[in-house]
């Protein structure tokens, strides 16, 4: 079977011990997590999971089942790549000379649309939303030009 990257949505009540039972749903299975992140969800007491994991068919459907069988899960299913939209986050901090020596680093914030969130005497955080082929060209324009850390959701 092929393997393909699928996102698992899983709406819960906000209990203690939910998150070390779905995760050792997957851990018992030998699937490694490419990303996982819980926060309130639009309804009220309501909480949601968000998991990324790369499996076939036939694991994702038991997956999706095993995490609904939880008590404190309400519901959960799946999505592929191709019916989602993905836009991340990323902050990008770039030495401060660089800002005010470099013209072209100030042209590549203008072009790529992002913006500057702080500036202090060391250093400057860039922040773009986007998609991840945009995060990435960003992070290519930059790292030669003082970058120092970079992070993305």
């Known amino acids: 079977m092929e393997l393909k990257k699928y996102t698992i ?3 819960s009540e906000n209990n203690v011990g939910l998150l070390n039972r779905i995760s050792a749903i997957f851990l018992k ?7 996982f992140s819980s926060s309130e969800s639009e309804i009220k007491d309501v909480y949601r999971f968000v998991i990324v ?3 076939d068919i036939n694991k994702i459907n038991n997956l999706v089942k095993q995490i609904e069988k939880q008590v ?3 519901k959960a ?3 592929t790549d191709e019916e989602t ?5 990323a902050l990008y901090k770039v030495k401060s000379n660089s800002l005010f020596e470099e013209r072209k680093i100030q042209n590549i914030i203008k072009q790529s649309q992002a913006n ?5 005497p060391k250093f400057f955080v860039i922040e773009l939303t986007g998609f991840r082929e945009e995060t990435e060209k960003l992070y290519n324009d930059l790292k030669p030009l003082g970058l120092l850390q970079f992070v993305r959701s």
Do not use: A, W
Request: glycine share 0%; proline share 0%; net charge negative.
């Open 9 to 11: 949505s899983v709406y």
């Open 29 to 35: 299975r030998h699937i490694n997590l490419d990303s």
């Open 53 to 55: 994991v790369k499996v």
């Open 72 to 74: 404190d899960v309400i």
């Open 77 to 79: 299913f799946y999505h």
């Open 85 to 89: 939209i993905f836009q991340e986050s």
């Open 116 to 120: 500057i969130v702080t500036v202090s």
